[in-house]
């Protein structure tokens, strides 16, 4: 008998947690309409034709809910841009992975680079090519772990 109630818990806490699961890498919705890479654990989400989308807080929700899809047509636009998931790109050109909310950014060629703070980006506009270059390798290599 306890065997059976340990494998009911356990698909039950499996179910719970792929419930949650949300479009746009967990970020914030609303944040990402206006340019913010805010991650949540998705327990604040909506749902919108079939997928889920999350939110920090319930005002963001709310925010959302005047518009839905005008804020998921603006959060995708800028989450299509946003590289190495908003880590800082200068900490990761050091083999850091330094989570951003990416208010500190910086559009270059179509894609948008976040920063930690105004020293990073300031290390980065000294050389973005080698910057770019050293944080993609070792952004690469930490997602394959």
Do not use: W
């Given at each position: ?125 000294q050389q973005p090519k080698t910057i770019i270059k050293k944080a993609t390798a070792f ?7």
């Amino acid at each position: 008998m306890k065997i059976a109630q340990l494998i009911i818990a356990s698909a039950f806490a499996l179910t719970a947690n792929f419930a949650y699961a949300g479009e746009l890498g967990d970020f914030c919705t609303t944040g990402l309409s206006m340019g913010k890479t805010i991650a949540t654990d998705c327990s604040i989400n909506a749902e919108l034709d079939g997928k889920t989308y999350c939110f920090g807080n319930e005002e963001a929700k709310e925010m959302y809910m005047k518009d839905p899809q005008g804020v998921v047509d603006k959060a995708t636009k800028f989450y299509s841009k946003v590289q190495f998931g908003g880590h800082c790109t200068t900490g990761l050109s050091m083999g850091k992975l330094i989570a951003t909310d990416c208010s500190i950014q910086v559009s270059r060629g179509g894609k948008v680079y976040c920063f930690g703070n105004e020293e990073a980006k300031e290390m980065y506009m000294q050389q973005p090519k080698t910057i770019i270059k050293k944080a993609t390798a070792f952004y690469n290599s930490e997602m394959k772990k």
